[in-house]
């Protein structure tokens, strides 16, 4: 059982970074795509990024392309998203997630059986 753990969510202000973790309980086939979703109240669940921890590739939510990076430590079966130039509208509850790879990674919450417990984030102006 795939067991994921999500800290580093916390209030900055605008134009601010925060990085969050996703640490794993095992490194296993069931975790070789990461990724975080976002949920803010009253909307839908956002995709932000994800990353094929086998090769290295990633992908962004266009919301987020230059200011967002995720990168991973297998050793530590550790996703990490880096959130610079944060906005207000980057507020929300984020999501790690974690899955196997069928061939590809895909950014989207139906691909991904594994789930954190969300760590919050909010960003004030």
């Known amino acids: 059982q795939v067991q994921l753990v999500a800290s580093g969510g916390g209030s900055v202000q605008a134009g601010g970074s925060l990085r969050l973790s996703c640490a794993a309980s095992?490194?296993?086939?069931?975790?070789?795509?990461r990724a975080w979703f976002r949920q803010a109240p009253g909307k839908e669940r956002e995709a932000v990024a994800l990353i094929d921890t086998s090769d290295g590739r990633t992908y962004y939510g266009d919301s987020v392309k230059g200011r967002f990076t995720i990168s991973r430590d297998n050793a530590k079966s550790t996703a990490y998203l880096q959130m610079n130039s944060l906005k207000p509208e980057d507020s929300a509850m984020y999501y790690c997630a974690a899955d196997r790879s069928y061939g590809s990674c895909f950014l989207n919450e139906n691909a991904f059986a594994h789930w954190g417990q969300g760590t919050q984030v909010t960003v004030s102006s």
């Open positions: 095992v490194y296993t086939t069931e975790t070789v795509c």
